[in-house]
């Protein structure tokens, strides 16, 4: 005798399981030898339900009326379902199955509502809703990969402009070295005329500056 099917597996598998309800042994996947490689599965594609764009749910808040009648469910199609939801909630919770059963059919029959109708507008609207998750679900997965591309995009930016500063970094420390190894030897040279001679010229010369005035001097700029 086979166990009795869950919520989660009728009808297109898109129940929501609920603590407490009986589920079904997943079946046994077959063994593969060890030296062959796994096959290759390929998840569907899920099936459209929706005739017009579903709306957006902004801050998570979901228009459930605008995701079933994005799936062609009309208004009168939706109080039904809601009628028979709100009759079920009015029940005292202690009253039996059976008997709530009982007097949720007899009213929607008096409201002249076939209950084969409830039925299926609840299946269309757990096919609605499983749509949306899943189209919701793909946009996410979308914007979430679009984003870390451009996350990847801009620390690479990071990494190669932080490069470019410590190339030119050591560049400078390269400059300044081989300038400086220069200018010692320059230096030896004027050494030789002695500091009193150089002092003179540096005064005297239209094209020098005299560190120790602050003023910068170039040609035109002497008086």
Do not use: S
């Given at each position: 005798m086979s166990e009795p099917r869950s919520w989660g597996t009728t009808v297109l598998g898109w129940f929501v399981v609920r603590d407490g309800e009986p589920q079904e042994k997943p079946t046994p996947l077959p063994e593969v030898p060890a030296d062959q490689p796994p096959p290759e599965t390929t998840a569907a594609p899920a099936p459209n339900f929706f005739q017009t764009p579903p709306p957006a749910a902004p801050d998570g808040q979901v228009d459930f009326a605008g995701v079933f009648a994005a799936a062609g469910i009309e208004g009168n199609e939706q109080d039904r379902v809601k009628r028979a939801s709100d009759l079920l909630a009015s029940l005292p919770s202690e009253t039996p199955m059976p008997v709530r059963k009982q007097i949720v059919e007899a009213a929607m029959k008096a409201f002249g509502v076939p209950l084969d109708k409830i039925i299926e507008t609840g299946v269309e609207q757990i096919q609605a809703l499983e749509g949306y998750i899943r189209t919701s679900a793909a946009d996410t997965d979308k914007l979430l990969a679009e984003s870390r591309a451009r996350i990847d995009h801009l620390e690479q930016e990071i990494r190669d402009v932080r490069a470019v500063m410590d190339q030119r970094t050591k560049e400078q420390a390269s400059i300044a070295a081989a300038c400086n190894?220069?200018?010692?030897?320059?230096?030896?040279?004027?050494?030789?005329f002695g500091q009193e001679a150089v002092a003179r010229v540096v005064r005297e010369s239209p094209k020098l500056h005299d560190p120790s005035s602050g003023e910068v001097s170039g040609p035109g700029n002497r008086t």
């Open positions: 190894a220069k200018k010692v030897d320059v230096q030896r040279v004027l050494e030789f």
